[in-house]
């Protein structure tokens, strides 16, 4: 079922941000049923319903204006944002809060074994990631001449199987870096979850219905400092 004129939100729906963002919306006093294998949830109680997606999904989502809002990770956000400008697609979204969880480093990290001096070692070298237009981004920065590899997945293996020379992943506890032998070398995004909402124009009864969620969420959000 859906309906239009309920309040639609996107969240992970299995990852860093999935558990704090539900918290997040229940603390504000919306009552959620979350059923495992459901990708949709209705709230008892607003006239809300969340979809649960993949985390990648989120930014195109608001950006397509099929959700009205959504929770990710600004790396993503920020990722799909230069994938969708050199597409030619729509890429607006607005930007209503930050938030304190979800936080995590998008890194270039290097075999333990490789002499690393700095980012002038990766050049002419073959780099493997799903973060392809962040990772381009820098290396222009920086003026480095190496390849992206794209992978969706088993980012950290790349190197030991032979497709790259070294790996620009998502590090939080650095757990995943050191069991691959692998060492983080150079920071190139910092990233923690924030609250959008799509652009254009939103009726009324669901733009006060957001406007009566933020200040709560910054109530819980104060208490929780
Ligand atoms: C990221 C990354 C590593 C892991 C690193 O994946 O791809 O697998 O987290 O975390 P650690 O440093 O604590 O070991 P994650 O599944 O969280 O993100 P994704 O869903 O966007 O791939
Ligand atoms: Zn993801
Ligand atoms: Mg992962």
């Known amino acids: 079922m859906s309906d239009s004129s309920r309040l639609r939100i996107a969240v992970q729906k299995k990852g860093r941000l999935s558990d704090d963002s539900i918290a997040l919306l229940k603390a504000i006093g919306i009552k959620l049923q979350i059923r495992d294998r459901l990708l949709i949830a209705h709230s008892t109680n607003q006239p809300i319903d969340l979809l649960l997606v993949r985390d990648d999904d ?10 009205d809002l959504g929770f990710i ?35 270039i990290a290097v075999p333990n074994e ?4 700095g980012i ?8 493997a990631t799903t973060y392809p237009f962040l990772l381009e981004r820098f ?40 069991a691959n032998g692998l060492q983080e070398a150079d920071e ?4 923690k979850a924030v609250f959008i909402q799509r652009a254009g124009e939103m009726p009324e009864a669901k733009q006060a219905l957001i406007s009566k969620m933020l200040p709560r ?3 819980v959000t104060q208490a929780k400092e």
């Not at 190139?188 to 990233?191: E, L, P, Y």
């Open 114 to 117: 490789m002499d690393y001096q």
């Open 139 to 178: 290396f222009k920065e920086k003026n480095i001449n190496a390849s992206t590899v794209m992978l969706t997945g088993s980012v950290e293996v790349a190197p030991r199987a032979g497709v790259a020379d070294a790996i620009c992943d998502l590090v939080s506890t650095g757990a995943t870096l050191e």
């Open 217 to 219: 969420m910054d109530g």
């Open 73 to 107: 990770g600004q790396n993503e956000l920020e990722e799909k944002m230069l994938e969708r400008q050199a597409a030619g697609k729509k890429a607006e979204y607005i930007e209503l809060r930050r938030l304190d969880y979800g936080g995590c480093r998008l890194s």
């Open 120 to 127: 002038q070692s990766l050049q002419g070298k073959k780099v």
């Open 58 to 67: 989120i930014p195109g989502l608001v950006m397509d204006g099929v959700v």
């Open 188 to 191: 190139i995004f910092v990233s």
